[in-house]
DNA sequence: AGATTCATTTTGACTAATCAAAATAACCGT
DNA sequence: ACGGTTATTTTGATTAGTCAAAATGAATCT
């Protein structure tokens, strides 16, 4: 049985490796950071993991998931999403307090217990986030969508993703009605002084970095 | 923060001092076992959760929990019988199935999801064992019950709570009409040969030895 | 191509939790 | 009170995971 500590691994791969280019190596250095260890580390710990057939170790280069690494890595990211919708949807948890709670749970719960809360939740496709949840078959849909950074403006959107996961952020997002659902509308951009500028249907306009902009998914909505 | 190593060892600790004297030391060896660990390493760990403050520790004698021990076991002890009875209630898992399951859960829920759980299951006071669920103002009731093994013959009985936690022994109850809930009669007891039988209203009678009688605890019922 | 910069790996050390087996203390019966 | 049985503690080692800091290799930039 792989450990928490190896479940965390895996999934932080799987999750670099998602948001880089397909089939690329993810570096060192970027995990070390998600997981919050020193280098050496993630070296030490990389060279144990390929011992083991979970990944791929290309010293100096970086790690890429095998197929059973993959599969173990689907696994643990299906629970931590799955966990959050029924901590937001069935015990009304707060939406930005959710991860930290899931990130302990999705080590904890067996793949019997999984099950049941999927069908208990109707199989949703995606987290309170947005985030798609892996199938039980290990299908992680790779959609592509827009950001308020990116999409087009003037034209209704429908926000469908928050790709952050700090409270913070989250609480922002809640409070200033970009939860995924809401609709809104790109009203300015400014990409020299990288502010980003959006309005909900009968609220006033709001103003975004870029850089947050860009971590709010959409998609366009009939008008 | 106590880790799962700590939070168990408190927590059985506390169970072996339920069910032994009050106020009485646990003796190492029982508390090895109950742990499945060599005595040597309850000793090593008994003498830092001594330094922490969690228990008292009475050299070559026994270890006994501190008040701020107490707290953290029935924390522990209430988190693992909210979420049996999650399992069974709301995931409809079956009763023999979810001891190991709550077992990894007890340490990764927080006291918030706790709280919302407990609220979610309407403050159940026992779990589908019959076990009793510390309050969360960390009361423990502390009924003393009569058993197969030591009740009224021929009176209606009510099966209260089971004493055991293997899957063998849970599904052996269930499946003969013992989980708690039922109602029975003890028909004979044979001391000698230690041996009880019981009948369920409508049912044929059954054999039990003694020792398995003991872990079902009744209740007379007005009959 | 050569030197510098930056990421990665190595090395040595540490903590938590464990075991096996030897040493020691407590208890119990005569 | 003595000797033997049994429980407990000690001692020495092991494994997983980690860090700090030195060593090394890759990449980049004139």
């Not at 965390?8 to 950071?33: C, D, F, Q, R, T």
């Not at 790690?63 to 937001?88: C, I």
């Not at 809401?182 to 709001?206: D, M, S």
């Amino acid at each position: 049985m792989a450990t928490s500590t190896v479940e965390n691994y895996l999934k932080h791969i799987l999750l670099l490796s998602e948001a880089g280019a397909a089939g690329a190596l993810v570096p060192m250095g970027g995990l070390a950071a998600a997981l919050a260890v020193v280098p050496g580390t993630a070296t030490t710990m990389a060279k144990s993991l390929a011992d083991a057939g979970l990944i791929e170790h290309r010293p100096r280069h970086g790690v890429r998931l095998t197929a059973e690494g993959r599969r173990v890595a689907l696994n643990v990211l299906r629970k931590h999403r799955l966990v959050e919708t029924f901590l937001v949807n069935v015990l009304k948890m707060d939406w930005s307090t959710v991860h930290p709670e899931a990130e302990r749970l999705e080590h904890a719960i067996s793949d019997e217990v999984l099950d049941r809360l999927d069908a208990l939740l109707g199989h949703p496709a995606t987290d309170p986030h947005g985030d798609p949840i892996p199938s039980a078959q290990g299908k992680l849909s790779t959609e592509v969508h827009a950001t308020l950074a990116t999409c087009a403006t003037a034209r209704p959107l429908r926000v469908v993703r928050v790709t952050e996961q700090s409270a913070e952020f989250l609480h922002f997002a809640e409070k200033n009605g970009l939860a995924p659902g809401a609709t809104v509308r790109v009203t300015g951009r400014n990409l020299t002084a990288g502010l980003v500028t959006v309005k909900k249907n009968a609220g006033r306009p709001l103003a975004l970095s870029l850089a947050a902009a860009g971590k709010i998914l959409v998609t366009p909505v009939r008008g």
